[in-house]
């Protein structure tokens, strides 16, 4: 099956005032056209002047990234409300993923724009384990690195990437070391501090009337005739405040607690569940050593981030370091080495959806007479190891009791047992590299080849600790009060380049440039996920050794993907005021079929300077008209040609395999979309 998508956009306005010293010009200067529109780099890393370019882009600089933003650590959260048309999802969960958009949905699969470092695709997966959001590999990036994020815009823009140019792309470009013609180095300190609060107006307020329960009626009655309250009730219409009236409430069976054995006036709580979140602070300190000569320039980044967030029991510590180098080895032969790694180290990441969500609990589920301080008091102290025991649910003393006899939880845990036992924990280490090599064979003919290698790892663990309320986990996803589960992922990719780049001048008006070249990329994934199962044998020991049953098999995937390009780019330039772009690149892919699996994307683009043909500076400083056709696409995910199954178990020494649910199509093609725009772009200036 194909799928085609076409998209018409009409007309694309943008305007910006430019304000000039006019003391510092004489009169009759103006401001220069390439000022006011500058240099960007665009796909393939090629830099160009922004007024040729036939289709939209924005260009961000480091300096604007957190103008206006938090720095979360994730530059993908950084861009948002910065540049028209980008659309940025943020996920509020501590560490989560940001989700971009440009300019709306191109599949029914959605997907994020092709992030590119410096000429290079780097991976931008974010990893989701059930309900738990490990983030998005756009927040490994060091925000210290970068120079300038250019958003390319359109399928034209975009088209240079073939397959992976369907969902827009955005090209990070990295700082250079600088420094004096004497060599000397140059060193920057940097220190931030962020503190946050939780916003109480979006806060659920609650009723102070009634407490526990689903109906005016107390659950049971104690032996000296006192109410019990409701405990197994998950809800606060019940019985009506009254503070004459006595009642044995949840940590009246607590021996911990100074209100064992005792009844105590029926009111509302005075800590609410506000009171259980904390202030989260994050603390980034980063260092840049740098120096800069003629044909020769350094920097060496190191940044740590320390984050605690709004949960208890939530850590998150990142270290990244980064280090590029220019050099010329000859007058004519140029080399450039980058590399950066980030290790990070999370902590009680916060659970998404529905169950198992204290969120949830406190938002819907919930009993007005409980006062979170004092499931506080009841966790720290009922957790210590010589108290707990099963008696007390391993420090699980909460307000959801079964019955008055039964204190195993019926609905919810203690938050803090949930916080502090039940926590998620996730390592990652990232590493991306490329090395470059360009030779300029002629004054208007260079070659340039490249290697870039991008690999991320991620260890991913899943608790629950003995006297946990039972609950679905793990690989059989039973119902069980304890367990242990890992998930280990690897992902790499490996991109060779070799281009050709060449300008030459027609007339002394006229001119044409571009590149020819092509690229081999491979792409890896190996994930392995685990669990114990039937509970834990020895509480407080996380290991798959510690399973009271044997396990089911481990839930593998690996696959190998290749795609084969070649490209090759023309760029005509008339008079510095009219100027068309072309370019066209062909793909082989691995996960199609032969037959299917080799396809082309053009692109052409057209620009004209208006404010140059009709000088219109003295009131409009740059006027251009542009127009694009292109055409993008995306290949197939892995094994969607062939049947695949996925082990289960085994039953009497014979192995059991889920059954199929995807079909095969062997006629299987590429994703295309098909875009024409047209557009103007307008820059009004006016002198002071």
Known sequence: MKKVTTGILILVLSSSLAVINAQQKKKNDTVKTQDIEGVVVTALGIKREKKSLGYASQEIKASALSDGTTNTGNI???????????????????????????????????????????????NNSNTQEKNIDYGNALSDINQDDIESINVLKGAAASALY???????????TTKNGKGKDDGSWGITLSSAIQVGFIDKSTFPEYQTRYGAGYSQKFGSQAADGLNNANYGADASWGPKFDPNLMVYQWDSFDPTSPN???ATPWVAAKNGPIKFFENPATYINSVTLEKGQKGKNISFTYENMMS????????????????????????KLHSTFYSTMTLQD????????????TATGFRQWWQTNVDVTDLERAYFANVDP?????????????????????????YWNNPYFQAYQNYTSDKR?????????????????????KVSYDRSNLLAENRLAVGSLPQAFGQSNNSIGSGYARRDVLRTETNYDLMVNYKFDITDNINVSGVVGGNIRRNYYNSVYASTEGGLIVAGIYALSNSKKSPLASDETEYTTQTNSGYVTASFDFYKKFYVDATWRIDQSSTLLAGNNV?????????????????????????????????????????QLVNNYRASGILSGIGIYNPIINQPFLNLQPQRAKEFEIGTEAHFLRIE
Do not use: C
Not at 610 to 636: D, P, Q
């Open 162 to 172: 073939g397959e992976r140019g369907l969902n827009g792309v955005i090209v990070i």
């Open 599 to 639: 396809y082309n994307y053009p692109s052409v683009t057209g620009s004209l300077i208006m404010s140059e043909i009709l000088n219109t500076k003295n009131w409009m400083n740059f006027w251009k008209l542009r127009a694009n056709y292109a055409e993008v696409g995306g290949t197939a995910d892995p094994y």
């Open 76 to 122: 993908a959260a950084q861009l948002s409300g910065k540049v028209a048309g980008l659309n940025v999802t943020t996920n509020n969960n501590f560490g989560g993923s940001s989700n971009l958009l440009i300019r709306g949905m191109k599949t029914l699969g959605g997907g994020n724009p092709l992030i590119v470092i410096d000429g290079s695709p780097v």
């Open 429 to 449: 280490y990232r590493n991306f590299t490329y090395a470059q090599l360009n030779y300029d064979l002629l004054d208007n003919i260079s070659i340039t080849g």
């Open 386 to 410: 010589s108290v707990a025991s099963a008696a007390n649910n391993y420090g699980n003393v909460t307000w959801s009791r079964k019955s008055a006899a039964d204190g195993r939880p019926a």
């Open 260 to 262: 064992y054995k005792k």
């Open 308 to 331: 605690d967030g709004l949960m208890p029991n939530s850590h998150l510590n990142k270290n990244n370091l980064s280090l590029k180098i220019n050099y010329d080895l000859t007058p």
């Open 346 to 357: 999370t902590k009680g990441r916060s659970i998404t959806g529905y169950s198992n969500n």
